[in-house]
């Protein structure tokens, strides 16, 4: 912006994804799409299970976990017990119904999310450890996967003056 | 709020400089605004604003998403229309508010 000058602004943030649930990922696709939108340069590194994001099987088939989560309400508001969320079916049920309400927010599915940060310049990083551990292969990530790289090179990537590192 | 001249208008201007008052805006003053991003409009500029003014109008919360799916440019495009900061950039020149959208 022109006019408000914000004396040391982030020029760059390199944002970790490193767990698979549809509110993990997404805190890091809004935190990266916002990034670009705002014209700040972006590396998204995605490690473990965060991978799922990337792995073009898995990446639009995301779930959120229904147990262990002391914050999940039920639709009217009151607590979600944790035995309910074991039930068969709950867990997509409580999917289907997070990504339903992101949609109305107007926002995408993972695939889609990850298109609009890579047209704004954005560039996304497979971690090579966890790579290799999951045992895939390059044909099992999505398209637009710059590289698979070490955490060395991450830091390379994440360096300058202005630079924040993101771990969601 | 500040009183800004383009192209010869007086407008007010919120502090970040967006038009408080959609209804002021015409093309020179989009060109004039565009110069200060250090964007020169062409006539594909024009129809991405055009369309952020109506969708504005008609009380759409605007995302870059939305715009890339208008049917004028896509997300790509419009990163390229404007660099660094599409939809504020765009939304700024359109003489509409600031974008309330974190998407």
Same mark, same amino acid.
Not at chain 1, 97 to 122: C, H, N, R, T, W
């Given at each position: 912006?022109?006019?408000?000058?914000?004396?040391?602004?982030? @020029?760059?943030?390199?944002?970790?994804?490193?767990?698979? %649930?549809?509110?993990?990922?997404?805190?890091?696709?809004? $935190?990266?799409?916002?990034?670009?939108? =705002?014209?700040?340069?972006? @590396?998204?590194? !995605?490690? !473990? !299970?965060?991978?799922?994001?990337?792995?073009? @099987?898995?990446?639009?088939?995301? @779930?959120?976990?229904?147990?262990?989560?002391?914050?999940?309400?039920?639709? #009217?508001?009151?607590?979600?017990?944790?035995?309910?969320?074991?039930?068969?079916?709950? =867990?997509? #049920?409580? %999917?289907?119904?997070?990504? %339903?309400?992101?949609?109305?927010?107007?926002?995408?599915?993972?695939? =889609?999310?990850?298109? $609009?940060?890579?047209?704004?310049?954005?560039?996304?990083?497979?971690?090579?450890?966890?790579?290799?551990?999951?045992?895939?292969?390059?044909?099992?990530?999505?398209?637009?996967?710059?590289?698979?790289?070490?955490?060395?090179? !991450?830091?390379?990537?994440?360096?300058?003056?202005? %630079?924040?590192?993101?771990?969601? | 709020?500040?009183?800004?001249? /383009?192209?010869?208008?007086?407008?007010?201007?919120?502090?970040?400089?967006?038009?408080?008052? &959609?209804?002021?805006?015409?093309?020179?003053? &989009?060109?004039?605004?565009?110069?200060?991003?250090?964007?020169?409009?062409?006539?594909?500029?024009?129809?991405?604003?055009? /369309?952020?003014?109506?969708?504005?109008?008609?009380?759409?919360?605007?995302?870059?998403?939305?715009?890339?799916?208008?049917?004028?440019?896509?997300?790509?495009?419009?990163?390229?229309?404007?660099?660094?900061?599409?939809?504020?950039?765009?939304?700024?020149?359109?003489?509409?508010?600031?974008?309330?959208?974190?998407?």
């Amino acid at each position: 912006m022109t006019i408000n000058k914000i004396e040391h602004p982030v @020029k760059k943030v390199a944002i970790i994804v490193a767990k698979g %649930s549809i509110e993990d990922v997404y805190a890091g696709l809004v $935190m990266a799409n916002g990034a670009v939108m =705002e014209g700040i340069e972006c @590396k998204l590194f !995605f490690t !473990f !299970f965060g991978l799922d994001a990337i792995t073009k @099987k898995r990446q639009d088939n995301l @779930k959120t976990g229904t147990v262990g989560n002391p914050a999940m309400r039920m639709p #009217g508001g009151l607590p979600f017990p944790t035995l309910l969320g074991i039930l068969p079916g709950v =867990e997509a #049920g409580v %999917s289907y119904m997070m990504k %339903s309400q992101m949609a109305a927010l107007d926002i995408p599915p993972v695939s =889609e999310f990850l298109e $609009m940060i890579v047209d704004g310049g954005g560039e996304v990083y497979a971690c090579k450890l966890a790579f290799d551990m999951f045992k895939l292969k390059r044909e099992d990530l999505w398209d637009q996967v710059k590289d698979v790289i070490t955490v060395g090179k !991450f830091y390379e990537l994440a360096a300058g003056e202005g %630079s924040q590192i993101i771990f969601t | 709020m500040a009183t800004k001249n /383009y192209a010869g208008v007086n407008v007010t201007v919120t502090e970040e400089g967006y038009l408080t008052d &959609a209804s002021q805006w015409n093309k020179d003053i &989009a060109t004039e605004i565009a110069r200060e991003e250090g964007i020169e409009l062409t006539p594909k500029h024009f129809e991405v604003l055009e /369309y952020l003014r109506a969708q504005h109008a008609k009380g759409v919360t605007l995302t870059i998403r939305s715009v890339g799916n208008s049917g004028i440019t896509d997300v790509k495009g419009l990163y390229i229309l404007f660099p660094a900061g599409p939809l504020k950039k765009s939304s700024r020149i359109a003489g509409i508010p600031k974008p309330t959208s974190c998407v």
